[in-house]
């Protein structure tokens, strides 16, 4: 695709549950970043990896949130043992280099109840 | 640490009026900022970039302004139409190894009407 694709669009689930979020970048882009926006606020920054490897995760608000990106395109966020303050709309973009405009997918919207 | 704040957090005009969004961040040292539309229950689309070498960006009736001295930058908007209506934000770059690492502000909610 031309964009940033993100899926679920949006996701349920009950509090306790194990979720998994998925974005595409947009294809040859190496740098791909994680950001969580909590209604009414500006996003937040949470991962950023160029590759495979996660360069900086210093946003990730605690050990339930991990995400990956095996073999350097897509990525999956995911988050153990949801709590109701997880829920979120969860952004996704992707640049060609970590020196290049990133370009934002649609989100994807989740609510823990 | 970046921190960016949005002035005013709420905007509601009659169409066709001129307006400025304002942006201020705290660290001047940054590679560039950015300013983002966002609609309801979408994403975010960029509407300008302006470069730290730059003054100013322009597209259409959007024209955006950095004064890195002084941490601060505006979104002018012209002729405002319904369509504006939207949440304005603004970015800059939270400083480390990735331009793409941004400090976004809380976000301006324009609404234009008619």
């Known amino acids: 695709g031309a964009g940033v694709s993100q899926t679920p669009s949006n996701k349920v689930t009950e509090k306790g549950k194990y979720v998994e979020l998925r974005c595409d970048p947009i294809?040859?882009?190496?740098?791909l970043y994680w950001y969580r926006q909590s209604l009414g606020q500006g996003p937040e920054f949470l991962i950023y990896f160029q590759g495979t490897g996660a360069a900086d995760d210093s946003g990730l608000p605690n050990d339930r949130f991990f995400a990956v990106r095996p073999e350097g395109s897509v990525s999956t966020l995911k988050i153990q043992r949801t709590e109701r303050g997880d829920s979120a709309v969860y952004l996704c973009?992707?640049?060609?280099?970590?020196?290049?405009?990133?370009?934002f997918g649609q989100g994807t919207r989740l609510t823990v109840v | 640490k970046q921190e960016v704040t949005q002035i005013p957090a709420a905007l509601s005009v009659p169409e066709g009026e001129n307006l400025v969004l304002n942006c201020s961040f705290t660290?001047?040292?940054?590679?560039?900022l950015q300013w983002f539309r966002q609609d309801p229950g979408k994403g975010l689309t960029s509407l300008l970039l302006?470069?730290?070498?730059?003054r100013e960006q322009t597209s259409g009736r959007l024209n955006a302004s950095l004064d890195k001295s002084s941490g601060r930058s505006t979104l002018y908007i012209a002729a405002s139409q319904p369509g504006d209506s939207a949440t304005y934000l603004c970015a800059a770059p939270a400083g480390g190894t990735s331009y793409g690492k941004l400090t976004f502000g809380q976000g301006t909610i324009l609404t234009v009407h008619p």
């Open positions: 660290d001047s040292a940054i590679y560039n």
């Open positions: 302006i470069q730290s070498s730059q």
């Open positions: 294809s040859g882009h190496t740098a």
């Open positions: 973009a992707s640049s060609l280099t970590g020196y290049t405009e990133a370009f």
